[in-house]
């Protein structure tokens, strides 16, 4: 199998090595790219524009990564969702204080996200380390929304980024290509949403399994 492997490995050295030969000695910057096209992302903060707006695209794939990832821990197992748990007095202190200020956190990291460092994933980072508390405190999901509703939570994310990319490639021929009239809207709606999903989805990768009803 080694000897299989060497060749590959080979081409893949060599690959790496034309890479590293064939770049150009003075690098292109593009911040003043970014800085000319500003006005028309719909927001102020360069790091927003360029996620949400001029490389739509890794983020989508980031979204579709992260669901990607929870299928695969769904695929494996069941999780117990089981009530019984005495999380102790400290750690349920501690959940009762912090959860209120992570999702407060998280609030003011998805607004101020347009126009100074923050966004979708450190807010959803935010919403599910706080269910990642609740998780621990032994809080579980109701049977009403394991189903479907959990799932619409889990992909509406992605779904409304993809839905927006199609709806403006059927209008104006682009594809997350968003109009300057209507550009710091739709990464505001698209933030939001991705928020949500982000949290719901971090939360439940931490629970291990499919949460099966009880």
Known sequence: MKARLRPLLLLFWLGLVYTVVS?????V???ETVAAK???SGVSNPVTAVLLNFRGYDTLLELAV?????LGVWSLRIASVSRQWNPGQVLDTMSRQ???VLIVSAGYLLWAGTNAPGGAFQAGSLLGAAGVLLLLCGWRIDNRFIGLPLRLLLASGLGLFVLTGVALAVADGAFLQYPP???GQLVVVIEAMATLSIGATLAALFLGGHPGEE
Not at 23 to 27: F, K, M, S
Not at 66 to 70: D, K, R, Y
Request: proline share 9%; hydrophobic share 60%; no cysteine.
């Open 38 to 40: 500003m006005e028309d």
């Open 98 to 100: 912090l959860v209120p």
């Open 181 to 183: 009239s209507v550009a």
């Open 23 to 27: 770049l150009p000695e003075h690098a």
């Open 29 to 31: 910057s593009l911040s």
């Open 66 to 70: 992260l669901l990607a990832a929870l």
